[in-house]
């Protein structure tokens, strides 16, 4: 409640001149905007005046708005955003504005950076991205230590990979609070960085099973040719069929042979493609499944409070 007063009598005080004017209408849009947002604050409606101000700041990014919205942020309790405006109003002393109400401004500059700390994260994970609430997804490692408000804050770090891991630490006003992050690795299983690279192979291997499996197919219709060639020879032959005595004569004998061999083949083929087709199908099944959404897909082992933690990732 005093920061908000605070700010707000800070507000209508850097808007004295203007107001002083009572009732002469506004000389542009973005003064009319100005006046209605500290009419706004004076009646306790903070987020309303916000909003007001952000609509003057995309209409004219002069310094004097910029303290504008950063005192009603300040009043909000959004210290980091309320910090960077009106630095960035604040690196604008040579603006007459500034300059006249420079005293009040570093006034609440003090007041800001007072309900401050700063967050530096590491982790030495390639591809690392850092969450925090209500904020997107930051790359690490970070350019400089983040400006957040004091207490505590739950972080989270995540990389393509590797298990997510979430830690709450404690900002304290002016000071750096460090958190060093090592992710641990998926389990084996899954596309985890270099089981993907086996896939090239497994899918090789299913080709070469499904083209074997072609040949042994073809070999077994080949056997079967054979045989009903030699049956139909054997049978035709009066020297060999019906004669209710053991085969003597070379050529049926010969019809014999082919026969058995042919067999053989047929067996063989229709086996070994039986076999070797349902193999490949099952590889290159595999295969699909795994590259269709490799990053997506792994199984994770890893220690947890109560012991050994296990889950699937889709």
């Not at 905007?33 to 700041?57: I, K, P």
Request: aromatic content about 4%; glycine content about 10%; charged content about 20%.
């Amino acid at each position: 409640m005093v920061r908000a007063l605070l700010a707000t009598v800070l507000a209508a005080l850097l808007l004295g001149p203007v107001q002083g004017l009572a009732q002469t209408p506004p000389a542009n849009p973005v003064e009319a905007l100005l006046r209605q947002g500290v009419a706004l604050r004076e009646r306790g409606r903070d987020e309303d005046a916000l909003q007001v101000f952000l609509r003057a700041l995309e209409a004219s990014p002069e310094p004097r708005v910029l303290a504008q919205v950063a005192l009603a942020e300040q009043a909000l309790g959004r210290f980091p955003e309320a910090e960077r405006h009106l630095s960035r109003a604040l690196g604008l002393r040579d603006d007459p504005w500034i300059g006249r109400n420079l005293s009040v401004l570093e006034e609440a500059h003090r007041d800001i950076v007072g309900h401050l700390g700063s967050l530096d994260v590491q982790c030495p994970t390639p591809g690392a991205r850092l969450r925090l609430p209500g904020r997107e997804a930051l790359p690490l490692p970070l350019p400089r230590p983040l400006p957040l408000a004091v207490g505590a804050v739950t972080l989270e770090v995540r990389a393509e990979g590797f298990l997510a891991e979430t830690r709450s630490v404690t900002l304290r006003a002016g000071e750096v609070t460090r958190a060093v992050v090592t992710l641990r690795p998926l389990g084996p299983v899954g596309p985890t960085p270099g089981g993907t690279s086996r896939v090239p192979l497994v899918r090789a291997l299913g080709w070469a099973a499904l083209i074997s499996g072609g040949l042994a197919l073809t070999l077994g219709f080949v056997g079967t040719g054979l045989r009903e060639e030699a049956v139909g020879a054997y049978n035709s032959d009066p020297r060999c069929a019906g004669t209710g005595r053991r085969d003597t004569d070379p050529l049926c004998l010969g019809w014999l042979s082919q026969g058995d061999t042919a067999v053989t083949l047929q067996n063989l083929g229709f086996i070994a493609g039986g076999t070797l087709l349902v193999s490949a199908a099952a590889l290159l099944a595999v295969t699909a499944w795994v590259s269709r959404d490799a990053p997506r897909r792994a199984f994770a082992c890893a220690p947890g409070a109560a012991g050994v933690a296990c889950r699937w990732s889709f």
